[in-house]
């Protein structure tokens, strides 16, 4: 069973956790999730497609993220979620932490900060080893073409995160 850790407002970890997808959370209290974008050098993004199974925006296109586990930091969880799902490890990559948003959903139990990281790392496509679980495929876009799917309404985060395109 997968345990988050459970913070109070000012992004402190309380000392208890919650099982995942478990909204029981109070209006004053989050769990930690994040996302890491990896850029190449050439100022193209990888960006990966959801699966069509999944519950919330089947086919919609992201970027790697998740929840961070009880017990793991932040940088650790990004580096493993980005992992998990592309198959790239991005320990020695450049870049690193930029921001961090959060999202409040009153009464619902699931409120959560999101720590967003890019990393630039040279990678080839036969690097890739996609988590078939999550990921329908992938792209290599560029910030303009990002854009496109964000105005079309089939990119997650893309208000929150937009910055992170700009290199």
Partial sequence: MELWDIYDKDKKKTGRTMKRNDWCLKDDEYHLTVLGVVAR?????????R?????????????????AQAGEESYE???REVKEETGLDCSSADGGYMFTYHRENPGKGDNYFVDVYRF?????????ALQAEETAG??????????????????????????????
């Fill in 41 to 49: 050098p050439d100022g193209r993004f990888l960006i990966t497609k």
């Fill in 138 to 167: 992938y792209m290599l876009a560029t910030p303009k073409e990002i854009k496109a799917f964000a105005d079309q309404g089939v990119f997650l985060h893309y208000d929150s995160i937009k910055q992170v395109f700009e290199l």
């Fill in 51 to 67: 699966v069509m199974t999944k519950a919330w925006a089947p086919g919609w296109w992201e970027v790697s993220g998740g929840a």
């Fill in 120 to 128: 630039i790392k040279d990678f080839d496509e036969d690097d890739l």
């Fill in 77 to 79: 969880a990004v580096l």
